[in-house]
């Protein structure tokens, strides 16, 4: 009663605005306009916010999966062929927000078994130092990360462990583009390995198509002597990944013979294309709430209709133009504010518990959204931006405040003696 008496007397226009609000009303087809305006309005922020939420939870996972087995920054020469790499690799390190290096080879060849063969790109690594440049180590499900040189074993990928039916200690032959000359002709390299560790990176394009070899091994299977394909760079901080690429170009590129490739410029196609689909998503599910909040147009309007009584008799007692103005305003920033809230709570209740409702939709409905030979992610993620929300709450205010300026205005400037003599 306090309370009610407090709005009453110091703040009379919020205290009839929330009285015109109130879903219970004479006039029940008011009242439910006013509850699909607030439906509408929730619908829209909820759906917004989790479908942002899901675009940039792909975009991390997507991000952090990549540089799980890429590298931040590769420097690689023309040709794939590095000499000398031990002077670029010093100036590399001396460079400012480098944590570590790694050198590497990469050459593609066909790995197979019988009758069934694959082709696969082919890692030469120091496990010792790749290990510090990469997280692969920490996906490894069977085996040991850390091959041994000279003894030709090799690391493969989940998948192509199960198209193979392999595991840890069984052969597979690899077979390279290179040829030996004999007195027959020109007959392909052909080494025999042993599996040593099986990994699970997450993203079937790694899972499928990558084998990791002991880097001198490389060099001696692809006769790349003591050359190396390039050298890849760990950055301290990703933020700053395009400055440190300049500062790797700069340091050591005096004749640019050198190619200093980072993540953003390796992925770029794929992190544009995610970028653009957020945008488009929010500008599409951004109309959604304005029809939303548009419904408070009519909802005003049939008020302001309904309440032209009312309106009268506060004129007549003192109300001005401008309190008449502020209470039908409040009223439709009341109905935005509520339906923003309901749909801000629903949207992070789904988007933070995205990854329990989204299996049990699979296995209610016996389907799969994400196949893992299809996308590069297989699981639904999910990351709360508090930029977003904030978007999302702002855009929803501000249309429902827009939409309740040509009500107001015309609740406004209602005539009372007008309205009085007839009624």
């Not at 205290?15 to 879903?23: C, E, F, G, H, K």
């Not at 922020?45 to 990549?66: C, D, H, K, P």
């Not at 950055?235 to 400055?243: N, Y």
Request: proline share 2%; net charge neutral; glycine share 6%.
């Amino acid at each position: 009663m306090i309370k009610k008496d407090f709005l009453k007397e110091h703040f009379f226009e919020l205290w009839i605005a929330l009285r015109y609000t109130r879903l219970r009303n004479k006039n029940n087809f008011i009242s439910f306009i006013s509850l699909t305006s607030i439906i509408g309005i929730a619908l829209g922020v909820m759906a917004l916010i989790v479908v942002l939420s899901v675009m940039n939870g792909f975009q991390s996972e997507l991000r952090a999966r990549i540089l799980n087995v890429a590298s931040d920054v590769e420097v690689i020469s023309a040709g794939y062929n590095l000499g000398n790499w031990r002077e670029i690799d010093n100036k590399i390190t001396s460079l400012s927000n480098i944590q570590s290096t790694a050198p590497f080879t990469s050459s593609q060849a066909l790995v197979s078994i019988g009758k069934y063969n694959r082709g696969v790109l082919v890692r030469g690594v120091d496990p010792e130092s790749e290990s510090t440049v990469s997280s692969l180590e920490d996906q490894i499900t069977v085996g040991d990360f850390r091959v041994r040189p000279g003894k030709f074993e090799i690391l493969i990928g989940v998948d192509l462990a199960r198209y193979f039916a392999l595991g840890v200690g069984d052969k597979i032959s690899m077979i390279s583009s290179q040829a030996n000359f004999s007195p027959v002709g020109m007959l392909p390299r052909i080494k025999q390995f042993t599996v040593a560790g099986i990994f699970d990176a997450g993203m079937y394009e790694y899972d499928a198509g990558l084998v990791l070899i002991h880097m001198i091994d490389a060099q001696k299977f692809f006769q790349m002597g003591d050359k190396i394909s390039g050298i890849r760079v760990k950055l301290k901080d990703l933020e700053k990944t395009a400055k440190s690429s300049a500062d790797i170009d700069n340091a050591i590129n005096t004749n640019s013979k050198f190619y200093v490739l980072d993540w953003t410029k390796k992925h770029t196609n794929l992190f544009a294309a995610i970028q653009l689909e957020k945008k488009v998503m929010s500008i599409i599910l951004t109309l959604i709430i304005a029809v939303a909040a548009f419904n408070i147009v009519s909802t005003l309007v049939m008020g302001v209709t309904e309440k032209k009584s009312d309106i009268a008799i506060l004129r007549t007692i003192g109300a001005s133009q401008v309190s008449i103005l502020l209470i039908f305003m409040l009223q439709g920033a009341l109905t935005g504010i509520i339906g923003t809230s309901l749909g801000v709570i629903l949207g992070i209740c789904i988007a933070a518990n995205i990854d329990i409702i989204v299996p049990l939709i699979e296995s209610l409905f016996n389907i799969q959204f994400l196949a893992k030979d299809i996308y590069y992610i297989s699981e639904v993620p999910s990351k709360i931006l508090s930029s977003d929300i904030i978007y999302i709450s702002f855009m929803g205010l501000f249309l429902s405040f827009v939409a309740s300026i040509y009500p107001s205005i015309k609740a406004s400037k209602l005539d009372p003696a007008a309205t009085l003599k007839h009624e």
